[in-house]
Each structure stands twice: as C-alpha cells, then as structure tokens.
C-alpha cells in the first residue's frame, strides 16, 4: 500500500461524490435501526454509549472505503485500537465516525451524523457531514469549496458570515459546562443555540451560527469532516489558543478544547482563559 500518495485535487470532486453516497447508505442502515426502536446500548470502557447502529454504519463505511481507495488505510471510532507506531507512518489515510450523536440517538432527537473524513499531512482534505434523521448532508474537499444538500433538493454553496453584534453562539446539547458558561459571560450579548453532534461546527459553516466553542473532551474523528466543511466555507477550528486542529500527530486521539468560528474579525481564542 502507498499510504503516502497525495490525492490528486482533481480527483476529489468525484471522490467527494462516492464517499456522499457511501455516508448516505451508513445514514439509511442507522435509520433502519433507529425507527425500529428496538436496539441494546453497551457501555465502551470509557462509558461512552454504543449501539448497534454504531457498528452496521462502521461495518458498511469500511468495506465500502476498502473497495473505493483500498491504498489508504481506515481509522474509525468503532475499528480496534491502532498504535500510534503504527499510525505515524500514514501520510493519508479515511478518518470516520459511523454515529456521531449516539447520546442524541438514544435521545431520539435526529441530531446525529455519519462523518467521513480524508486526512493528508494531518490536515482534512475532504469532510461529509451525513445526518440521515434531518435529512441533510454538508460536504467539502480541498477546491471544491462547501456545500449543503436537503432531502431531494439541489446542492446549495454555504459561507460563513461576518460576526454581527449579537453573536450566535452553537452549544453541545448534551455536554454543557461551567467553562462554557463563563466564556458566555465574557462574550457578552448572544443567542443561544443547543445542538447534537459534529451539526455545530455546519452551523457556522453555513452562517446560521457564529461560535461554536467546545470546551471539553472530543475524539479526532468527531471534528475532522466538520473541520474541512468549515475551513472550505472561510472558517476556522482552532484551539483556545488559536491553532489550527491537526490530526494524527501523537499517540492520544483527543482534540484540545477547541473553537470553530467562522469571520475572523473578532478574537475569540482571546477571551478562553488559558
């Protein structure tokens, strides 16, 4: 395998399509599950939940891939651990959480998401973001710029906008804090948003949100996907220091505490307390 091949820009438009369709599949074997209403819920080591769903997208997304590029490697949620020795030495390789939102699944909300991801030099060179419940994909690649799609609509381009006075501010539904709160306070005058999953970050990717400030524990591929729709859209996802997230850099899959953000304009790293 030639982990190490750049994908050609001109192949990630049709690329981008076939890994749509893939994340539309994933998105219709959760739904089965899901409107069945008759699934277990395991607890990972981690107490994270997990549900059968969870594993039918996995196993679905990784064959799938495997037919489609089987020179890149795939690293999933759900696949077995990969030891960083290993993992170091994949210059390109498919990032994927089957179920991003399992909590907003069990909640049955619709707030969950099918994420695909291509990583090259740590950095996410083409992202979908599938939420089969509400009936929307958003998806970019490096040139293409980013796109939103309806439910048997047309394919519509998405920017971020500049920041208005009264910020719109994207929060987790499911993970609030007291970190949060306190950067609420110092931002000032806002609208609040609740959210599940990586549908956030596509909220200020699209302009219908301005912040999403996520100040706690996330895994690489809960952001990867969202990240490159973003960034492709004229945001950015940084940490509270105002890096850029990048990927497979060391042994720990965790992201820092991070930002997305879409105008630039205002400092928003500045106001997290270090």
Same mark, same amino acid.
């Given at each position: ?35 069945? @209403? ?25 064959? @799938? ?93 998405? @920017? ?115």
């Amino acid at each position: 395998m030639n982990h190490n091949a750049y994908p050609d820009i001109t192949r990630l438009a049709p690329l981008l399509e076939s890994v749509r369709a893939i994340a539309r599949d994933a998105g219709e074997a959760i739904m089965a599950i899901y409107e069945s @209403r008759d699934f277990d819920i395991e607890r990972k080591d981690d107490q994270t939940p997990v549900t059968a769903a969870d594993y039918a997208a996995h196993h679905l997304i990784v064959e @799938r891939l495997g037919g489609l590029s089987p020179e890149y490697p795939i690293l999933s949620e759900e696949s077995d651990s990969i030891p960083f020795a290993e993992r170091a030495g994949w210059e390109t390789y498919w990032l994927i959480d089957p179920l991003d939102g399992t909590r907003e699944f069990i909640k049955r909300n619709g707030e969950f998401t099918v994420n695909i991801a291509l990583i090259h030099g740590h950095d996410a060179i083409l992202g979908v973001v599938h939420a089969p419940a509400l009936g929307v994909c958003y998806y970019a690649a490096e040139g293409t710029g980013a796109w939103r799609v309806n439910r048997n609509g047309s394919p519509q381009a998405i @920017r971020v906008r500049t920041t208005p006075n009264c910020p719109v501010i994207a929060g987790s539904r499911s993970h609030a804090s007291t970190s949060l709160q306190s950067l609420l306070e110092r931002i000032g005058d806002h609208e609040l948003i609740s959210m599940g999953s990586a549908l956030k970050t596509c909220l200020v990717a699209e302009g219908a949100a301005d912040l999403y400030p996520r100040l706690g524990l996330t895994s690489e591929w809960d952001t990867a996907a969202a990240q490159c729709v973003l960034e492709q859209a004229g945001g950015h996802l940084t940490d509270t220091d105002g890096l850029r997230l990048r990927y497979n850099t060391k042994e720990s899959l965790l992201n820092p505490h991070f930002l997305a953000f879409g105008d630039d304009s205002r400092n928003w790293p500045a106001l997290c307390i270090k």
